[in-house]
């Protein structure tokens, strides 16, 4: 009977490591319980996309500063972001420190990398009270209007409030509990409840008299749809008792709502520029042209509420009858 031998290929020779071999090693072995599932996610998804066609069949030991230098440059030049170019470097730098210390190579090729320059950043422009009632009042057809009220009325970011859970909210202490973040893991085509970004994301909100009641009106058209929707409504597990919904009770998706905000906010420039041309004398019928309406008067019934003094102008007209 021919003898058969265990080998364990694991962990290969030194000098025949790949740079992909020993990534996979490094992040499950030293970074997988030191980091946010999405995070490892992030990093895994990253390598695989950015560095591993260039430099992942390479030998470990073979890879020098100038090599890095030239995958950072061709980023770069590509159009990622700063945040997106970083990570790749980060990774390199964070394998190969560690690499050093178990002895598979002297050097860390990644350490003494020229970052390229990127400009300032633009800083964001708040909506104006204006806008923000602009921006509402285009989302009362959405389905999202109600997310939109409580992202108005707490400050939370997007997948804070997606993850917010009915216990997540103390109705008695007037106390909205920040305690996660919903995320999406695709090796696993899965989305949980993660903890916050960071350490200070955890806090409570302060709920006043408008978002109390506006939360209660939200738990009660959800007790409805779950009635009438019966065995249909099947929420994922560990996303139970969420506050907001699809008609199913799965968890709302934040590009749906990216997609939702940002066909509100061309309806809302759209308004913004009619409103304002017809304000400043531009006739009704050049309107409805520019705008592409069909007929004057359905410019006239979306735009009347700014043309009260064109009324009074044209009554002037009317010669004097006594």
């Known amino acids: ?163 917010l859970q009915w216990t997540d909210i103390n109705f008695k202490g007037k106390i909205i509990s920040v305690s996660g973040t919903l995320v999406y893991v695709r090796s696993v085509r899965k989305r949980f409840k993660d903890t916050p970004k960071t350490s200070s994301s955890y806090r409570d909100i302060p709920i006043h008299e408008q978002t109390e009641n506006l939360l209660k009106l939200i738990r009660k058209n959800q007790m409805e749809c779950k009635l009438m929707m019966g065995d249909k409504w099947q929420q994922d597990k560990g996303l139970d008792n969420l506050i907001f919904t699809n008609e199913f009770g799965k968890a709302v998706w934040d590009t749906c709502i990216r997609n939702d905000i940002n066909r509100i906010s061309k309806q809302s420039f759209r308004h913004t520029f009619a409103t304002r041309g017809l304000e400043n004398g531009i006739k009704p019928k050049v309107m409805q042209t520019i705008l592409g309406h069909s007929t004057l008067a359905m410019t006239m019934d979306l735009y009347s509420h700014v043309l009260p003094d064109e009324k009074t102008k044209e009554m002037e007209k009317m010669p004097a009858i006594f």
Request: hydrophobic share 35%.
């Open 1 to 163: 009977m021919e003898k058969r031998l265990d080998i364990d290929f694991s962990i290969a020779k030194e000098e025949n490591i790949t740079v992909s071999s020993r990534f996979d090693i490094w992040l499950k072995e030293y970074k997988q319980n030191s980091v946010k599932a999405s995070t490892y996610e992030t990093y895994k998804r990253i390598f695989k996309g950015l560095v591993a066609p260039v430099l992942g069949n390479k030998k470990l030991k073979d890879i020098r500063p100038e090599m890095v230098q030239k995958l950072i440059n061709d980023l770069y030049k590509k159009g990622y972001s700063k945040t997106r170019v970083n990570i790749p470097y980060i990774l390199l730098l964070g394998m190969y420190k560690q690499a050093i210390k178990n002895g598979l190579v002297k050097n860390n090729p990644a350490e003494h990398i020229n970052f390229p320059k990127y400009k300032t950043r633009i800083e964001r422009r708040v909506l104006d009270l204006e806008e923000q009632k602009i921006f509402m009042q285009y989302a009362k057809e959405s389905r999202y209007y109600d997310f939109y009220a409580i992202a108005l009325n707490t400050g939370m970011r997007c997948n804070e409030i997606i993850a």
